[in-house]
């Protein structure tokens, strides 16, 4: 599904991907760590459009993403999450819920769809979300928690080919914390998901496979047991609290 082949991007001088690859399979479950400054940031900028890469090839179903805008990436099936929520805070869940149902779709079919499947589909979201009964609260009055799950049901909604999710988990609770390793797993399931996060605990979690990322390149990739077992790792990120 996505193949990074090269990429190289620097800043002033300071290469932040260095000859980066990746390969991510259709429908896997992908966890980026790595200590600050490793280029985890900035590989979602360079996928998303948001930055350009100097050189490399960013590829989705065998297609270049490098010279797209931003908005025709989307388009493509490509779908970010990022750290501090961004829903309409003035609007109800549910109505956040039916702008992300428009997903690659015109604004006209909001229009049409405001009844039937879409409801439907809406329905369905909220109660797997547990958000069932706080369709028609705004945005704004959820908790941190709550403002995150509902992000997450609207990235789901947009029909993504590629979810990309930044820190998910940023500022939650413990309990909020494993509720959202709980929705990953079900409501992403069988969508290409690549998670950047910091909590390892949150990472075990997941189960998923993790690339290391280190001075903008791919360190190591392996389970969760390889990674934690890798001194290496240890050294340069984990410390051995892992």
């Keep these: 599904m996505l193949q990074i082949e090269s990429l190289h991007k620097s800043f002033g001088g300071l290469a932040v991907t260095n000859g980066l690859d990746l390969h991510v399979?259709?429908?896997e479950l992908r966890c980026i760590?790595?200590?600050?400054?490793?280029?985890?940031?900035?590989?979602?900028n360079l996928i998303t459009g948001k930055d350009k890469p100097d050189s490399g090839r960013i590829l989705i179903h065998g297609g270049n993403l490098v010279g797209r805008r931003v908005y025709q990436i989307a388009r493509l099936g490509v779908s970010r999450k990022f750290q501090s929520p961004s829903a309409?805070?003035?609007?109800?869940?549910?109505?956040n819920l039916l702008l992300a149902a428009t997903g690659r779709n015109s604004i006209l079919n909001l229009l049409r769809n405001r009844r039937g499947a879409s409801d439907a589909g809406i329905d369905d979201i909220l109660a797997r979300l547990e958000l069932a009964e706080a369709g028609g609260r705004r945005a704004h009055d959820l908790s941190h928690g709550q403002k995150q799950w509902l992000e997450i049901g609207m990235v789901l909604l947009t029909q993504p080919d590629v979810v990309l999710l930044d820190?998910?988990?940023a500022g939650m609770t413990l309990a909020e914390t494993a509720k959202t390793a709980s929705l990953i797993r079900s409501l992403l399931r069988g969508k290409t998901t690549i998670v950047i996060e910091h909590d390892i605990a949150f990472i075990r979690q997941l189960g998923?496979?993790?690339?290391?990322?280190?001075?903008?390149?791919?360190m190591c990739e392996g389970s969760f047991d390889e990674i934690a077992a890798n001194q290496e790792v240890r050294r340069i990120y984990l410390g051995e609290d892992l």
């Design 167 to 169: 820190e998910p988990t």
């Design 208 to 218: 998923a496979r993790i690339t290391v990322l280190y001075r903008g390149k791919v």
């Design 25 to 27: 399979h259709t429908g």
């Design 33 to 44: 760590i790595g200590p600050n400054g490793a280029g985890k940031t900035t590989l979602f």
């Design 88 to 95: 309409f805070e003035d609007l109800t869940v549910r109505e």
